[in-house]
């Protein structure tokens, strides 16, 4: 979350992981200016990304990592964590339920990789 560049997916990421709502939670902090992308990030992939990280809200290091200080003993760093639970089958199939729809995708690709025989369902984020 301290780099400009991928700050905003670092804070979604903290996000899918702790379950927390950065606005909600006053995790957030302003935007502020852009680095300006290399040549090699200004390719087609890059910006359909890049349209749907700008639309993320902008991550506070010091409010995340205080959070992190005070919670971080709920996590063990031995298991997988989605929306603040342990990644098992119940769990995920509740995040299916009630989880936004960025939670939802990443539900149904750990569902596919804990039973890779069953099939995907289709929660397209994009």
Do not use: C
Not at 87 to 96: A, G, S
């Amino acid at each position: 979350m301290e780099s400009r560049t991928t700050a905003q997916v670092a804070g979604e990421s903290f996000s899918l992981l702790t379950g927390l709502d950065l606005v909600d939670n006053h995790l957030d902090e302003e935007s502020p200016q852009r680095d300006e992308p290399s040549s090699v990030e200004k390719s087609e992939i890059y910006n359909e990304y890049r349209n749907y990280e700008e639309l993320l809200p902008w991550p506070s290091v010091e409010k995340g990592t205080a959070w992190w200080a005070d919670n971080s003993a709920m996590f063990h760093g031995d298991k997988g964590y989605l929306a603040g639970s342990e990644i098992t089958l119940e769990n995920l199939n509740e995040v299916l339920k009630i989880g936004t729809q960025t939670q939802r995708y990443a539900a149904t690709l750990e569902l596919a990789r804990i039973k890779p025989n069953d099939s995907v369902i289709d929660t397209q984020v994009f």
